[in-house]
């Protein structure tokens, strides 16, 4: 029997991770090296948003938010679309051009044409609320891009309460009145083991498994060619509009 002492459970994580905290930069989330254990995500994930923003059918003089992340790691690839992008963060001291949080941003409704929401809404106690609040800030025809994990391994920041299913996706954008446009899974089956194995060893190993993380990423990413098979997906990225009738 395996008890959680689900009173500190945030107090274990940090044990858990004492010399072996995972840091990002902006760099990390685009062109992640092949010796890091989350290799295989970010790389599948940074693919699929790139092409999402590329499709988004933004207008080039629009504005763009990332919600969420203060370093925008997709900023370069939102100015190919000719779009001003701003940053919003719950942290104060993050630089972020906004402080606020996803269900409550404080910004103004209709402010925005494009809103990037990657890898937050597990961190949320309600993602449907943070939905209906960027509808709120979408222009009416305004486009969402937001990615969520559906395996993942407990990473309080500064908690963790989801994980996401393809048609818990769906439902949270028909709650929200969002017209899904695009569901993406990042990696099948076989990359999902995989990245699974290197969150194992990672936990074991830390940043000291670099090697041996890069030989999994590679048999990973040879494995997830030949198996195509999204119903076990690590990760889901989608694409959504807000409808033009959309009252504001």
Known sequence: MMRIAHDRLHDEFRQAQTGKASHHTAADRTRPSLFRYDCLSLRRLAQDIRSL?????????????????ATSPYRDWVATLGCRIETLDIDPASGADHVGTGDDTGLPTGAFDLVICTQVLEHVPDPRRVLLEIRRILKPGGRLIASAPHVWFYHPHPSDYWRFTQEGVVQLCRDADLELIEL??????????????????????????????AIFNVLGFAADR????????HNFAWLARKPYEAAA
């Not at 923003?53 to 992340?69: F, M, N, Q, T, W």
């Not at 030949?226 to 997906?233: I, P, R, S, Y």
């Open 226 to 233: 030949l198996v195509q098979n999204e119903l076990f997906a």
């Open 53 to 69: 923003i590329e499709e988004s059918g933004v207008p080039r003089d629009g504005v763009a938010l990332d919600l969420g992340s």
């Open 184 to 213: 993406r899974a990042q990696g099948g089956s076989a990359l999902t083991l995989f990245q699974s194995v290197n969150f194992l060893l990672y936990g074991i190993l830390g940043r000291a498994g670099g090697p041996l993380y």
